[in-house]
Protein backbone atom coordinates (compact mmCIF):
# COMPACT_ATOMS: atom_id res chain seq x y z
CA UNK A 1 0.00 0.00 0.00
CA UNK A 2 2.81 2.40 0.97
CA UNK A 3 4.14 1.94 -2.62
CA UNK A 4 0.91 2.33 -4.31
CA UNK A 5 0.85 5.66 -2.20
CA UNK A 6 4.17 6.64 -3.08
CA UNK A 7 3.94 6.01 -7.11
CA UNK A 8 0.43 8.12 -6.60
CA UNK A 9 2.44 11.14 -5.30
CA UNK A 10 5.21 10.49 -8.12
CA UNK A 11 3.14 10.27 -11.04
CA UNK A 12 1.06 13.39 -9.18
CA UNK A 13 4.20 15.32 -8.63
CA UNK A 14 5.18 14.38 -12.21
CA UNK A 15 1.72 15.45 -14.01
CA UNK A 16 2.00 18.66 -11.49
CA UNK A 17 5.11 19.63 -13.42
CA UNK A 18 4.19 18.59 -16.90
CA UNK A 19 1.13 20.69 -17.19
CA UNK A 20 3.46 23.68 -14.64
CA UNK A 21 5.92 23.44 -17.53
CA UNK A 22 3.39 23.04 -20.29
CA UNK A 23 1.70 26.03 -18.54
CA UNK A 24 4.89 28.84 -18.76
CA UNK A 25 6.67 26.98 -22.17
CA UNK A 26 3.45 27.67 -24.33
CA UNK A 27 1.01 29.87 -23.17
CA UNK A 28 0.02 30.22 -26.44
CA UNK A 29 -1.61 27.25 -28.71
CA UNK A 30 -0.18 27.00 -31.61
CA UNK A 31 3.76 26.82 -30.14
CA UNK A 32 2.75 23.80 -28.37
CA UNK A 33 0.70 21.47 -31.33
CA UNK A 34 0.51 18.27 -29.48
CA UNK A 35 1.86 19.11 -25.80
CA UNK A 36 4.42 17.02 -23.78
CA UNK A 37 4.19 13.16 -25.09
CA UNK A 38 4.44 10.49 -22.55
CA UNK A 39 7.94 8.80 -23.23
CA UNK A 40 7.00 5.33 -23.94
CA UNK A 41 10.15 4.24 -25.87
CA UNK A 42 9.19 4.70 -29.44
CA UNK A 43 8.49 8.01 -30.43
CA UNK A 44 7.08 9.86 -33.56
CA UNK A 45 8.09 13.25 -33.55
CA UNK A 46 6.19 15.65 -36.00
CA UNK A 47 7.70 17.57 -38.73
CA UNK A 48 8.86 21.36 -38.20
CA UNK A 49 8.78 20.41 -34.46
CA UNK A 50 11.67 20.13 -32.03
CA UNK A 51 11.50 17.83 -28.82
CA UNK A 52 14.21 18.54 -26.06
CA UNK A 53 15.00 15.48 -24.24
CA UNK A 54 16.51 15.42 -20.11
CA UNK A 55 17.87 12.35 -19.09
CA UNK A 56 18.13 12.31 -15.47
CA UNK A 57 17.12 15.89 -15.22
CA UNK A 58 20.06 16.77 -17.63
CA UNK A 59 19.81 17.62 -21.17
CA UNK A 60 20.70 14.82 -23.31
CA UNK A 61 19.71 15.74 -26.91
CA UNK A 62 17.06 16.92 -29.11
CA UNK A 63 14.90 14.64 -31.38
CA UNK A 64 14.74 15.07 -35.16
CA UNK A 65 11.52 14.77 -36.93
CA UNK A 66 10.44 11.07 -37.51
CA UNK A 67 11.36 7.81 -35.46
CA UNK A 68 13.42 7.56 -32.29
CA UNK A 69 13.64 5.70 -29.35
CA UNK A 70 14.12 6.75 -25.91
CA UNK A 71 14.87 4.69 -22.50
CA UNK A 72 11.35 4.95 -20.44
CA UNK A 73 11.90 6.29 -16.98
CA UNK A 74 15.24 7.47 -17.80
CA UNK A 75 14.90 9.92 -20.24
CA UNK A 76 11.74 12.88 -20.68
CA UNK A 77 10.51 14.94 -22.98
CA UNK A 78 10.80 18.34 -21.00
CA UNK A 79 10.17 20.84 -23.93
CA UNK A 80 8.53 20.88 -27.29
CA UNK A 81 9.49 24.09 -29.51
CA UNK A 82 7.57 24.47 -32.80
CA UNK A 83 9.92 26.02 -35.55
CA UNK A 84 7.15 27.46 -37.65
CA UNK A 85 7.17 30.67 -38.04
CA UNK A 86 5.26 32.40 -34.97
CA UNK A 87 2.54 35.69 -35.30
CA UNK A 88 2.56 37.51 -31.80
CA UNK A 89 -0.46 40.10 -31.54
CA UNK A 90 1.50 43.12 -29.30
CA UNK A 91 -0.72 44.76 -26.96
CA UNK A 92 -1.73 48.61 -27.68
CA UNK A 93 0.44 50.81 -25.56
CA UNK A 94 0.79 54.70 -25.48
CA UNK A 95 4.11 56.22 -26.51
CA UNK A 96 5.15 59.72 -26.31
CA UNK A 97 6.88 61.59 -29.44
CA UNK A 98 9.12 64.08 -29.57
CA UNK A 99 7.27 66.97 -29.99
CA UNK A 100 4.88 65.57 -26.46
CA UNK A 101 2.20 63.95 -28.17
CA UNK A 102 0.68 60.72 -26.75
CA UNK A 103 -0.15 58.17 -28.98
CA UNK A 104 -1.65 54.52 -28.31
CA UNK A 105 -0.37 51.91 -31.06
CA UNK A 106 -0.65 48.43 -31.57
CA UNK A 107 1.71 46.02 -33.87
CA UNK A 108 1.82 42.51 -35.28
CA UNK A 109 5.48 40.59 -34.60
CA UNK A 110 6.40 37.37 -36.38
CA UNK A 111 9.32 35.86 -35.11
CA UNK A 112 10.83 31.92 -35.24
CA UNK A 113 12.69 29.65 -33.45
CA UNK A 114 16.25 29.31 -34.70
CA UNK A 115 17.83 27.18 -31.50
CA UNK A 116 14.97 24.83 -29.24
CA UNK A 117 17.68 24.60 -27.12
CA UNK A 118 18.28 28.44 -26.09
CA UNK A 119 14.69 28.94 -26.50
CA UNK A 120 14.07 26.48 -23.43
CA UNK A 121 16.76 27.51 -21.42
CA UNK A 122 17.73 30.63 -22.26
CA UNK A 123 14.68 32.58 -21.13
CA UNK A 124 11.72 31.54 -19.19
CA UNK A 125 8.62 32.84 -21.51
CA UNK A 126 10.24 33.33 -24.93
CA UNK A 127 6.62 35.01 -26.17
CA UNK A 128 6.42 37.17 -23.47
CA UNK A 129 9.98 38.41 -23.43
CA UNK A 130 9.77 39.51 -26.89
CA UNK A 131 6.47 41.35 -26.80
CA UNK A 132 7.85 43.07 -24.06
CA UNK A 133 11.17 44.27 -25.99
CA UNK A 134 8.74 44.83 -28.81
CA UNK A 135 7.30 47.67 -26.74
CA UNK A 136 9.81 49.13 -24.78
CA UNK A 137 11.39 49.54 -27.90
CA UNK A 138 8.55 50.99 -29.46
CA UNK A 139 8.38 53.31 -27.03
CA UNK A 140 12.33 54.44 -27.38
CA UNK A 141 11.97 54.34 -31.40
CA UNK A 142 8.95 56.94 -31.14
CA UNK A 143 10.59 59.34 -28.58
CA UNK A 144 12.92 59.74 -31.56
CA UNK A 145 10.50 60.66 -33.86
CA UNK A 146 7.83 63.49 -34.53
CA UNK A 147 3.66 62.91 -35.41
CA UNK A 148 4.52 63.81 -38.87
CA UNK A 149 7.86 61.75 -38.68
CA UNK A 150 5.83 58.92 -37.46
CA UNK A 151 3.66 59.00 -40.13
CA UNK A 152 5.71 59.23 -43.30
CA UNK A 153 8.76 56.83 -41.75
CA UNK A 154 6.50 54.05 -40.44
CA UNK A 155 8.77 51.66 -42.48
CA UNK A 156 11.89 52.65 -40.94
CA UNK A 157 10.28 52.31 -37.30
CA UNK A 158 9.54 48.73 -38.17
CA UNK A 159 13.11 48.19 -39.42
CA UNK A 160 14.59 49.88 -36.19
CA UNK A 161 12.34 47.97 -34.00
CA UNK A 162 13.03 44.53 -35.62
CA UNK A 163 16.92 44.83 -35.47
CA UNK A 164 16.55 46.38 -31.92
CA UNK A 165 14.71 43.18 -30.99
CA UNK A 166 16.82 40.39 -33.04
CA UNK A 167 19.86 42.02 -30.93
CA UNK A 168 18.45 41.11 -27.77
CA UNK A 169 16.68 37.84 -28.72
CA UNK A 170 19.88 36.38 -30.22
CA UNK A 171 20.70 34.72 -27.28
CA UNK A 172 17.21 33.13 -26.29
CA UNK A 173 17.17 31.83 -29.75
CA UNK A 174 14.63 33.52 -31.41
CA UNK A 175 14.91 35.53 -34.50
CA UNK A 176 12.32 38.37 -35.68
CA UNK A 177 11.38 38.41 -38.98
CA UNK A 178 9.69 41.75 -39.50
CA UNK A 179 6.90 43.95 -36.82
CA UNK A 180 4.08 45.71 -38.30
CA UNK A 181 2.52 48.74 -36.72
CA UNK A 182 -1.46 48.47 -36.95
CA UNK A 183 -3.14 51.11 -35.62
CA UNK A 184 -1.97 54.23 -34.73
CA UNK A 185 -4.39 56.24 -31.96
CA UNK A 186 -3.90 60.01 -31.51
CA UNK A 187 -6.07 62.20 -29.09
CA UNK A 188 -9.38 63.30 -30.26
CA UNK A 189 -7.99 67.23 -30.34
CA UNK A 190 -5.20 66.42 -32.15
CA UNK A 191 -6.89 64.55 -34.41
CA UNK A 192 -9.00 67.75 -35.00
CA UNK A 193 -5.59 70.09 -35.50
CA UNK A 194 -4.32 67.43 -37.93
CA UNK A 195 -7.72 67.72 -40.14
CA UNK A 196 -7.57 71.38 -39.97
CA UNK A 197 -3.99 71.74 -40.93
CA UNK A 198 -4.91 68.81 -43.56
CA UNK A 199 -8.06 71.46 -45.08
CA UNK A 200 -6.00 74.29 -44.58
CA UNK A 201 -3.30 72.78 -46.75
CA UNK A 202 -5.52 71.80 -49.37
CA UNK A 203 -7.15 75.28 -49.86
CA UNK A 204 -3.86 76.77 -50.02
CA UNK A 205 -3.17 74.37 -52.58
CA UNK A 206 -6.77 75.15 -53.91
CA UNK A 207 -5.72 78.61 -54.12
CA UNK A 208 -2.13 78.37 -55.81
CA UNK A 209 -3.43 76.51 -58.34
CA UNK A 210 -6.07 78.81 -58.79
CA UNK A 211 -3.50 81.60 -59.06
CA UNK A 212 -1.27 79.73 -61.30
CA UNK A 213 -4.54 79.30 -63.60
CA UNK A 214 -5.28 83.34 -64.20
CA UNK A 215 -1.80 83.75 -63.90
CA UNK A 216 -1.37 81.40 -67.12
CA UNK A 217 -4.48 82.84 -68.72
CA UNK A 218 -3.36 86.70 -68.65
CA UNK A 219 -0.05 85.59 -70.11
CA UNK A 220 -1.81 83.73 -72.43
CA UNK A 221 -4.15 86.35 -73.06
CA UNK A 222 -1.03 89.35 -73.39
CA UNK A 223 0.47 87.23 -75.68
CA UNK A 224 -1.81 86.97 -78.15
CA UNK A 225 -2.66 90.65 -77.94
CA UNK A 226 0.98 90.72 -78.64
CA UNK A 227 0.65 88.55 -81.56
CA UNK A 228 -2.45 90.41 -82.85
CA UNK A 229 -0.36 93.78 -82.74
CA UNK A 230 2.38 92.48 -84.33
CA UNK A 231 0.44 90.79 -87.19
CA UNK A 232 -2.06 93.85 -88.07
CA UNK A 233 1.51 96.00 -87.69
CA UNK A 234 2.82 93.55 -90.20
CA UNK A 235 -0.50 93.53 -92.16
CA UNK A 236 -0.33 97.59 -92.45
CA UNK A 237 2.99 97.66 -93.20
CA UNK A 238 2.56 94.97 -96.15
CA UNK A 239 -1.00 97.20 -97.24
CA UNK A 240 1.03 100.21 -97.06
CA UNK A 241 4.13 98.50 -99.44
CA UNK A 242 1.50 97.32 -101.79
CA UNK A 243 0.07 100.80 -102.09
CA UNK A 244 3.33 102.86 -102.14
CA UNK A 245 4.66 99.91 -105.69
CA UNK A 246 1.21 100.77 -106.51
CA UNK A 247 -0.38 104.55 -106.43
CA UNK A 248 2.64 106.33 -105.70
CA UNK A 249 4.12 103.98 -108.72
CA UNK A 250 1.66 104.87 -111.18
CA UNK A 251 1.52 108.82 -109.98
CA UNK A 252 5.06 108.56 -110.57
CA UNK A 253 4.74 107.45 -113.90
CA UNK A 254 2.39 109.67 -115.10
CA UNK A 255 4.12 112.48 -113.23
CA UNK A 256 7.24 111.61 -115.67
CA UNK A 257 4.53 111.43 -118.71
CA UNK A 258 3.36 114.99 -118.24
CA UNK A 259 6.58 116.57 -117.64
CA UNK A 260 7.29 114.69 -120.59
CA UNK A 261 4.56 116.30 -122.55
CA UNK A 262 4.99 119.63 -121.16
CA UNK A 263 8.76 119.59 -122.31
CA UNK A 264 7.55 118.59 -125.66
CA UNK A 265 5.12 121.03 -126.17
CA UNK A 266 7.63 123.94 -124.86
CA UNK A 267 9.83 122.64 -127.14
CA UNK A 268 7.53 122.88 -129.96
CA UNK A 269 6.30 126.37 -128.84
CA UNK A 270 9.89 127.27 -128.47
CA UNK A 271 10.28 126.34 -132.04
CA UNK A 272 7.94 128.69 -133.28
CA UNK A 273 8.45 131.91 -134.35
CA UNK A 274 9.64 134.65 -131.51
CA UNK A 275 9.36 131.96 -128.73
CA UNK A 276 12.77 132.64 -127.91
CA UNK A 277 11.62 135.99 -127.28
CA UNK A 278 8.70 135.03 -125.32
CA UNK A 279 10.95 132.32 -123.12
CA UNK A 280 13.45 135.53 -122.41
CA UNK A 281 10.52 137.54 -121.55
CA UNK A 282 9.28 135.08 -119.09
CA UNK A 283 12.92 134.60 -117.36
CA UNK A 284 13.51 138.42 -116.90
CA UNK A 285 10.05 139.12 -115.52
CA UNK A 286 10.11 135.62 -112.84
CA UNK A 287 13.44 137.57 -112.15
CA UNK A 288 12.22 140.75 -110.95
CA UNK A 289 9.35 139.22 -108.94
CA UNK A 290 11.62 136.95 -107.29
CA UNK A 291 14.02 139.85 -106.26
CA UNK A 292 10.89 141.40 -104.90
CA UNK A 293 9.79 138.70 -102.57
CA UNK A 294 13.42 137.99 -101.31
CA UNK A 295 12.38 139.74 -97.61
CA UNK A 296 8.96 138.60 -97.21
CA UNK A 297 9.55 134.51 -96.49
CA UNK A 298 12.62 134.68 -95.13
CA UNK A 299 15.08 136.70 -92.63
CA UNK A 300 17.91 135.36 -94.61
CA UNK A 301 19.13 137.79 -97.81
CA UNK A 302 21.37 137.86 -100.71
CA UNK A 303 21.38 140.52 -103.16
CA UNK A 304 23.63 141.84 -105.51
CA UNK A 305 26.09 144.74 -104.68
CA UNK A 306 24.11 147.27 -107.13
CA UNK A 307 20.75 146.99 -105.07
CA UNK A 308 20.01 150.62 -105.60
CA UNK A 309 20.71 150.85 -109.01
CA UNK A 310 17.22 149.92 -110.65
CA UNK A 311 18.69 150.90 -114.00
CA UNK A 312 21.16 148.11 -113.68
CA UNK A 313 18.94 145.98 -112.99
CA UNK A 314 16.54 146.24 -115.63
CA UNK A 315 20.12 146.13 -117.40
CA UNK A 316 21.05 142.67 -116.25
CA UNK A 317 17.76 141.62 -117.28
CA UNK A 318 17.90 142.69 -120.84
CA UNK A 319 21.24 140.85 -120.84
CA UNK A 320 19.59 137.72 -119.96
CA UNK A 321 17.06 138.31 -122.78
CA UNK A 322 19.55 139.24 -124.87
CA UNK A 323 22.08 136.29 -124.06
CA UNK A 324 18.50 134.02 -124.60
CA UNK A 325 17.79 136.07 -127.78
CA UNK A 326 21.47 135.02 -129.73
CA UNK A 327 20.31 131.61 -130.84
CA UNK A 328 16.96 133.04 -132.43
CA UNK A 329 19.77 134.93 -134.48
CA UNK A 330 21.72 132.71 -135.56
CA UNK A 331 18.94 130.62 -137.23
CA UNK A 332 18.97 131.17 -141.22
CA UNK A 333 16.16 132.81 -142.93
CA UNK A 334 14.72 129.35 -144.17
CA UNK A 335 13.95 128.42 -140.66
CA UNK A 336 12.25 131.42 -139.96
CA UNK A 337 8.87 130.92 -140.62
CA UNK A 338 6.95 133.99 -142.14
CA UNK A 339 4.84 137.07 -140.01
CA UNK A 340 2.62 138.84 -141.08
CA UNK A 341 4.10 141.54 -138.42
CA UNK A 342 6.86 142.40 -136.93
CA UNK A 343 6.72 142.99 -133.17
CA UNK A 344 9.09 144.89 -131.16
CA UNK A 345 9.65 142.85 -127.57
CA UNK A 346 12.56 145.08 -126.97
CA UNK A 347 10.78 147.99 -126.36
CA UNK A 348 7.70 145.78 -124.50
CA UNK A 349 11.20 144.30 -122.25
CA UNK A 350 11.84 148.22 -121.17
CA UNK A 351 8.21 149.11 -120.52
CA UNK A 352 7.55 145.98 -117.93
CA UNK A 353 10.61 146.40 -116.42
CA UNK A 354 10.23 150.04 -115.67
CA UNK A 355 6.77 149.58 -114.47
CA UNK A 356 8.48 146.44 -112.11
CA UNK A 357 10.86 148.84 -111.01
CA UNK A 358 8.37 151.80 -109.97
CA UNK A 359 6.58 148.80 -108.19
Partial sequence: AGSCSLSHSFSFLQRSQQLKHSAWLAPAPHRLNSGLPMNIGVLFVPQQEAWVVERMGKFHRILEPGLNFLIPLLDRIRYVQSLK?????????????????????????????????????????????????????????????????????????????????????????IRCLRYEIKDIHVPPRVKESMQMQVEAERRKRAMVLESEGTRE????????????????????????????????????????????????LLAAALAQQHGSAAASLSVAEQYVSAFSKLAKDSNTLLLPANTGDVPSMVAQALGIYTTLAKPQATKTPDEIPPACEDPQPPATEVLRAEQASSS
Fill in 217 to 264: SAINVAEGQKQAQILASEAEKAEQINKAAGREANAVLVKAKAKAEAIQ
Fill in 85 to 173: EIVINVPEQSAVTLDNVTLQIDGVLYLRVMDPYKASYGVEDPEYAVTQLAQTTMRSELGKLSLDRVFRERESLNANIVDAINQASDCWG
